[in-house]
């Protein structure tokens, strides 16, 4: 007799995809060639792993819940290309990937922001990813500058791929529904900045800095977090940026401008 399905857990984020339609079109988000290994973090009960199995050499797929895992280890005994993790996706090495490995998943939205952040640090591993998350935090990664949604998480984001808002979904898609709207995007890992950035570490810290208090000035925000004034006000001038301005109107160019002149 097959193992039933376990209940869904709320705590680990399990709201999973019952609608072949969001399946399908991820697939064809994901434009899968059969020589590429795919990451799915959080296969939940497994209706995007087969359709990855289906078209890539290998999936990789590292999933948190015991119970899950020892599910999808039987359903999928007859996969060979399943390669099934138990773990925590914050915790996993991705840098033992094979290079250009695709990454696709229904990300578990309660530790969505991190997971990101943690995929993005280990991009040199990664040709692109599509990835489903709520949609405010979508639009967090798409926004530009002058809207309420830019932050220092589009910033960072924007700085490493190409990003772009493919589809919204709906929570009539999922099983238990989530109480948030879903959308799926799509990131064009960057091979290098497009800015010019030399020091990423400084630059993420720096866009961050100035971020933290949203509704200040620039140079305060950045006094606030404990940099100098002299030298806040120094680098403002060599960046060509106005002190009186605020984080969310700076491009990706001018925070690698202010990353340079308070780094130099
Ligand atoms: N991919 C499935 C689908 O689309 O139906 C499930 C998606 S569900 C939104 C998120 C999945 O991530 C769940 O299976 C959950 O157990 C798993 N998960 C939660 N936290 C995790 C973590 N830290 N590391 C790995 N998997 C995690």
């Known amino acids: 007799m097959p193992l039933p399905p ?71 005994a ?5 390669d099934l993790r138990l773990g925590d996706a914050l915790a996993f090495d991705y840098l033992n990937l094979p290079p250009r490995t695709v990454v696709v998943a229904n990300l578990p939205y309660y530790v969505s922001t991190p997971l990101l952040m943690k995929l993005l640090d280990a991009r040199a591993r990664f040709d692109r990813m599509v990835l489903m998350l709520q949609t405010e935090v979508a639009r967090r990664l798409v926004a530009g500058p002058g809207t ?51 020091d990423e570490a400084a630059f993420a810290r720096i866009v961050r800095a100035s971020f933290a208090h949203r509704r200040k000035t620039i140079a305060n925000s950045l006094r606030d977090e404990g940099l100098p004034p002299d030298r806040i006000a120094a680098a403002l001038t060599r960046a060509g940026i106005a002190p009186s301005r ?13 990353t340079a002149a308070l780094e130099s």
């Open 6 to 76: 376990p209940r869904p857990l709320k705590r680990l984020g399990q709201h999973f995809l019952v609608d072949p339609n969001i399946v399908r079109k991820i697939l064809a988000l994901a434009e899968l060639q059969s020589e590429e290994t795919v990451l799915e973090i959080g296969p939940g009960r497994g209706i995007l792993t087969r359709a990855l199995a289906a078209a890539a050499r290998a999936v990789v797929a590292i999933e948190v819940d015991p119970k899950l895992h020892a599910y999808l280890a039987e359903t999928f």
């Open 78 to 82: 007859d996969r060979a290309n399943v």
């Open 148 to 198: 309420g949604e830019y932050g220092s998480l589009s910033v960072v984001t924007q700085h490493a791929a190409e990003v772009s808002m493919a589809f919204q979904v709906s929570p009539g898609c999922f099983r238990p529904r989530p109480e948030v709207g879903s959308a799926v995007v799509s990131l064009v890992i960057r091979r290098e900045s497009p800015v010019g950035v030399a």
């Open 246 to 258: 605020r984080a969310e109107t700076l491009g990706l160019h001018e925070f690698a401008a202010l």
